[in-house]
């Protein structure tokens, strides 16, 4: 099956990707191995979209994006990619149930979430540990539980969970959060959020499901959940060998979002520098597909 474009993932750069690209008159493919949205519908609020002048959830938000891309003719399947390769001048895009040609690629496989390394976090994932306050917020209503982490997920997060729980401790490894001031503040004015400074997680303790946390310094703590937000780590697996990535696994683009390989663009979280907000996905996934498509007719050889 032969594409002019396809694109790898469907948060928000591989959804922008498809509208311009279907609306630009490319035969575009958009290769998704979950819903289509990416990391934003895990996402309770999401506030800082122009446009978006009330809070939506990220679910919300997203709903009609792949939408907007079938209307323009931007093909989506629900399928994962498992190998992409280059023969006779065209980029092979394997599924486990298809294999697709295409003449340009467009990787929007974003990032996922870190682990923060505690003791019990594998075991105690799906049984107390969680990495999404908006799937799993709603088990801990009226309950005590622990936030990790001291950016903006973890501090939006805990505000998120402060609504719904009795009590939020908000453990940070150093004395200085890195989320932005304005959430700073809320979270500082948040009266059941109890901020822990200095302390990591040892360990989770607990049966079938959590129980407690010992941290750092020994101190034992009884609750009922775990929610870690230390970071994200990027989707590279596919380009990297094929494609030059920086000192964290980023995918090196220049502006037009070209990677180091002929007719291979990178947009979103996944490439080199990214600030890694919706927006800014948004915006690589324009200039990504605008470029592949010069690509195609011949202009960005
Ligand atoms: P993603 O959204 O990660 O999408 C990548 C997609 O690719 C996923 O759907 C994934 O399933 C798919 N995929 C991966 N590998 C494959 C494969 N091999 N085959 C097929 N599909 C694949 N940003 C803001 O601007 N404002 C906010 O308020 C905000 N809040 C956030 C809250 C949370 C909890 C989190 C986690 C992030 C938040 N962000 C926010 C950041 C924002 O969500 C990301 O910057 C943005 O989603 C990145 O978009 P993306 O399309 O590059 O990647
Ligand atoms: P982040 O900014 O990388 O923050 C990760 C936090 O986790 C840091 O505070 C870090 O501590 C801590 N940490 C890392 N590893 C740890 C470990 N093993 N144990 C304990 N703590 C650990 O990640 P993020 O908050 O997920 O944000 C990712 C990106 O999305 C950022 O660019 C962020 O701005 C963006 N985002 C934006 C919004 C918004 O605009 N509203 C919302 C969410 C996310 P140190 O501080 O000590 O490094």
């Given at each position: ?80 990619v498992t190998k992409l390769s280059m023969e006779n001048e065209k980029w092979i895009i394997e599924t486990h149930k298809n294999k697709y040609k295409a003449k340009a ?38 309950r005590v539980v622990a936030v990790i982490g001291g950016g903006d997920t973890a501090l939006e997060e805990a505000l998120y969970l402060s609504k719904i729980a009795k ?34 997680v040892k360990k989770v303790i607990g049966k079938d499901f959590v129980e407690g946390i010992i941290l750092s310094s020994n101190k034992e703590i009884k609750l009922d ?77």
């Open positions: 099956m032969g594409y002019d474009i396809v694109i790898i993932g469907g948060g928000p750069a591989g959804l922008s990707a498809g509208i311009y690209a279907s609306r630009l008159g490319a035969k575009t493919l958009l290769l998704e191995k979950l819903n289509p949205g990416g990391q934003i519908t895990l996402s309770s609020e999401i506030e800082n979209y122009p446009g978006i002048c009330e809070v939506k959830s990220g679910l919300e938000f997203m709903g009609c994006w792949p939408e907007q891309a079938k209307k323009f003719g931007c093909e989506i399947k629900s399928e994962e690629v467009i990787l929007a496989t974003g990032s996922n979430p870190k682990k923060a390394g505690f003791e019990g976090e594998e075991e105690f994932t799906g049984r107390g540990v969680s990495y999404c306050a908006v799937c799993d917020g709603f088990f801990y209503k009226d009590k939020v401790y908000l453990i940070h490894r150093r004395d200085k959060f890195r989320a932005a001031p304005h959430t700073q503040k809320k979270v500082l004015n948040t009266p059941n959020i109890e901020i822990i400074f200095n302390e990591t959940g775990v929610f870690v937000f230390v970071g994200m780590k990027v989707n590279n697996e596919l380009v990297k060998d094929l494609a030059e990535l920086n000192e964290y696994g980023e995918v090196k683009v220049n502006l037009k979002m070209e990677t180091s390989k002929k007719g291979l663009y990178a947009a979103g979280d996944v490439r080199s520098d990214s600030v890694k907000q919706v927006i800014a996905a948004a915006g690589d996934g324009a200039t990504a597909a605008i470029n592949a498509i010069k690509y195609i007719e011949g202009e960005n050889k």
